[in-house]
């Protein structure tokens, strides 16, 4: 029966969106290039996904590469989007699942101030980090920066964790003479407030979904 009402929700808010969208783009009312069957296969995968994780009273995020942007829901409703301003991506075509984030981004620990007693501030959005790597299960990760722009050392920092990373693999791969495991990996370039409020909002074990742009299926 959750099932049920949850898709008939997300079907209202389909429906209810076609009048405005017909306005804007008569021709594709879904934001769908309906000459791309690879574009509505992945509109399709993702719209199913979503259907079993609205039927749940949870929280949900979808990574859309498409319109570029990190969307929060629950229930088939948007709760927050936060813009993408650049990605990058290996192996997309394994990101075809549902993962689960096995652990939220770590808390950048104030300093505690022995004199201040019990008066010591809770964590708040400030405590939260601009530079994190998400991992999941199944297979993928997603790793948060913010741009040379915003946040040169945190950019330099995750530039150097990248090669040190890709370097490690390359020796592997010349140490035993095979190929490391095809796994799925995300790089996404957020503002630091927009980064700071992903990882305040994801949870342990929260659902994420990809929406991958055609080339990368």
Not at 182 to 194: A, D, G, I, N
Request: no cysteine; aromatic share 8%.
């Amino acid at each position: 029966m959750r099932r049920s009402v949850s898709f008939v929700r997300l079907l209202v808010v389909a429906l209810l969106s076609i009048p405005s969208a017909w306005a804007t783009e008569p021709d594709n009312i879904f934001g769908v290039d309906l000459n791309d069957p690879a574009a509505l296969q992945e509109s399709t995968r993702i719209l199913a996904e979503e259907i079993k994780l609205a039927a749940r009273p949870q929280t949900y995020v979808i990574v859309d590469l498409v319109n570029r942007a990190v969307v929060i829901k629950g229930r088939g409703t948007e709760l927050h989007r936060f813009p993408i301003e650049q990605w990058s991506a290996a192996h997309l075509a394994e990101a075809s699942t549902t993962f689960r984030l096995q652990a939220r981004p770590p808390v950048t620990r104030r300093r505690i101030e022995p004199a201040a007693g019990d008066d010591q501030p809770p964590v708040s959005l400030d405590d939260m980090p601009t530079d994190f790597t998400l991992v999941f299960s199944p297979s993928l990760l997603i790793a948060v920066h913010p741009s040379a722009t915003d946040d040169p050392w945190r950019w330099l920092q995750f530039t150097v964790r990248e090669w040190w990373r890709w370097l490690k693999n390359w020796i592997r791969r010349l140490a035993t003479g095979q190929e490391p495991p095809v796994q799925p990996v995300l790089q996404l370039t957020l503002t630091p407030h927009h980064a700071q409020s992903v990882a305040w909002s994801v949870t342990e074990g929260m659902p994420f979904l990809v929406r991958r742009t055609p080339p990368a299926l």
